[in-house]
């Protein structure tokens, strides 16, 4: 066989692995992306019911008013993240702030007999576990993203095609 059949034969396999290679780094990349969606689905849900909580509590424990200026503080930083690390930073802010709200919340039998407050720590309740499932999505998506553009031989493709690897959301 002819020297110039063997060199157009192995270019032409280079050029399909090329593109298999790209449609699985492309396709993994477009999960990533949908279940960081979900997460943000998710992390809005739980900031709709917030105000309600505040509102609600700030009614029977108005001097808590460092609580109340800290969960606001949390939020607007969650809301305003530019990236996975400082998304997660914000969460892990906003969870501890929470944390303190629900203490607040305890100084007080009649809100928590209250079955408006019981209904918004239920909502709450339910985003969070709705977070850490998507959370736990993510992450797994992420991993096996980040396997392929650093393995071979993803990494030698990936840098040219312009993949990358994606931060985990640790909050």
């Excluded at 001097?63 to 949390?74: L, M, N, R």
Aim: charged letters at 25%; hydrophobic letters at 45%; proline letters at 3%.
């Amino acid at each position: 066989m002819p020297l110039p059949f063997i060199l157009i034969g192995l270019l032409v396999a280079g050029l399909v692995l090329l593109l298999l290679q790209y449609n699985r780094l492309l396709r993994c990349k477009k999960k990533v992306e949908e279940r960081w969606s979900n997460i943000e689905l998710n992390l809005n849900q739980r900031y709709e019911v917030l105000p309600e909580m505040l509102e609600l509590v700030q009614g029977y424990a108005k001097h808590e008013t460092a609580v109340f200026e800290t969960i606001a503080s949390a939020r607007n930083k969650t809301i305003l993240a530019a990236n996975v690390t400082e998304q997660a930073a914000a969460e892990s802010l906003l969870s501890q702030s929470l944390t303190s709200l629900f203490a607040v919340s305890e100084a007080y039998p009649a809100l928590k007999k209250k079955e408006a407050f019981r209904d918004l720590q239920q909502h709450l309740s339910d985003a969070e576990d709705a977070i850490h499932l998507a959370k736990k999505e993510y992450n797994k998506i992420v991993k096996q993203n980040n396997q392929r553009v650093v393995g071979f031989p993803g990494k030698m493709i990936a840098g040219i095609l312009g993949f990358g690897v994606f931060d985990l959301f640790e909050a």
